[in-house]
């Protein structure tokens, strides 16, 4: 999935719209983040603009909600 959005950020100039993915950090631990980015020019040199929000906390609150849910249909 991702050598695709790169490839379409590099050769087709297209915007890579948001996925959710876990990433790893560099201390070993890992984050959900959502990922997003769009490619860009400054003269002659190209790039990407990557966006990464971190959702860990929304990912937690939404175990910890279906764990309630499951609690409750017992």
């Not at 631990?29 to 400054?42: E, K, L, N, R």
Request: glycine share 4%; aromatic share 4%.
């Amino acid at each position: 999935v991702v050598s695709e959005r790169i490839e379409g950020l590099n050769s087709e100039r297209r915007p890579a719209p948001r996925i959710e993915e876990r990433l790893l950090r560099r201390d070993g631990s890992t984050v959900y983040c959502d990922v997003m980015a769009v490619p860009f020019q400054v003269e002659e040199a190209s790039g990407a603009l990557v966006f990464a929000l971190d959702v860990s906390a929304r990912k937690e609150a939404e175990r910890a909600l279906a764990a309630s849910a499951e609690r409750l249909r017992e």
